[in-house]
């Protein structure tokens, strides 16, 4: 078994109002359900803004440390779950289930080694 990271790209702004929100999070709350009672869950996790964000770079001998993302864009990965899959299918499968959830973009991959630790 490999296990597969389903990240989450979320668009930047605002979070949505109550009536928008509160049914994509129920869908969310079922799909974790459904990916727990199949023995498939391994670890999920919301992450807070990007601008909570602290990004450590390599310069010469020293590592230079700056507030914000990465990469500016309008979207960032606003969650993520990791799931163990037999193969890539099943992993796609997960992703579209959560894809429906979310109302939002998934990227599916493998992780190195299919390991989590």
Same mark, same amino acid.
């Given at each position: ?10 668009? #930047? +702004?605002?979070?949505? =109002? ?9 869908? &969310?709350? !079922? ?35 700056? #507030? +914000?993302?990465?990469? =500016? ?9 990791? &799931?163990? !899959? ?32």
């Amino acid at each position: 078994m490999t296990h597969y990271l389903l990240s989450i790209y979320q668009p #930047d +702004g605002g979070q949505p =109002e109550p009536e928008i929100l509160d049914p994509i999070m129920k869908d &969310v709350a !079922a799909f974790q359900e459904e990916v727990r009672s199949a023995g498939a869950w391994v670890f999920n996790g919301g992450l807070h803004p990007p601008s909570s964000a602290t990004v450590m770079r390599p310069q010469g001998d020293d590592v230079l440390v700056t #507030d +914000g993302p990465y990469l =500016e864009g309008k979207e960032h990965i606003g969650g993520f779950t990791v &799931v163990e !899959a037999e193969d890539l299918d099943e992993a796609l499968e997960w992703g579209r289930k959560l894809a429906r959830a979310t109302t939002l973009p998934i990227e599916v991959r493998p992780l190195v080694d299919g390991s989590c630790g």
